[in-house]
């Protein structure tokens, strides 16, 4: 199994950063390779619904030349799509929405005069994130969206790790969020071996 995990957050010692770590490891333990691209190191242009990239077929060809055509080639070559983000405004941060428009419309061909295929029919996608509501208050939003996301796109939507941030004066990472990451690793790696 191989994982593409993109990074949301802008802090590399952030909230979400620090449970994607044990996730990582958990996933080297049980033989899965992965990538993650931090998301604001990149540049990504806002989707400008020019369909240039639906005259195409072939492959994501997005007509702006930026970052996203890598991403989109660590998307193709992977088997699970990992989403980590904080929830910022009950959704994901400003590079990944970003991001999301562009392969909604890059992957899927059905914006043209003819409709075409999902070019990642089949991938699986997962959502890591961090909030400060209980996550069935802050991270509901995002996950319905991108359950609908799936469904447009054809993607299996294989679950949520989600973790509650109780203020700026607690300590936020602990031994029962890093078991947790572990569990959801052990999961995803379960749900690619399926088929």
């Known amino acids: 199994m191989k994982a593409a995990i993109f990074m949301g957050s802008p802090r590399k010692k952030g909230n979400t950063a620090q449970c994607l770590t044990p996730f990582c490891e958990e996933l ?3 033989g899965a390779a992965y990538t993650v691209t931090w998301l604001y190191d990149k540049t990504i242009s806002p989707c400008i619904a020019c369909r240039g990239c639906q005259k195409d077929w072939s492959g994501f060809n997005c007509v702006i030349a930026d970052d996203m055509q890598d ?11 990992v989403l980590a983000t904080p929830i910022y405004s009950w959704y994901c941060t400003a590079p990944m929405k ?3 428009d562009r ?3 890059g992957l899927n061909k059905y914006y043209g005069e003819e409709v075409g295929p999902s070019l990642w029919a089949g991938k699986r996608l997962a ?9 069935e208050h802050g991270a509901d939003l995002f996950v319905a969206g991108m359950r ?3 469904n447009h796109s054809k993607l299996t939507y294989v679950g ?6 109780l203020g700026y004066n607690t300590v936020f990472m602990d031994e029962k969020k ?5 569990q959801f690793a052990r999961d995803m790696v379960q749900a690619c071996s399926l088929g």
């Open 71 to 81: 991403i989109a080639v660590q998307v193709m070559d992977s088997d699970l799509i």
């Open 160 to 165: 949520l790790f989600a973790e509650r941030h």
């Open 98 to 100: 970003a991001m999301l």
């Open 28 to 30: 080297s333990r049980s």
């Open 127 to 135: 959502v890591f994130t961090t909030c400060g509501y209980k996550p």
């Open 148 to 150: 609908r996301y799936c």
């Open 178 to 182: 890093a078991d947790h990451a572990r």
């Open 103 to 105: 392969l909604v419309y």
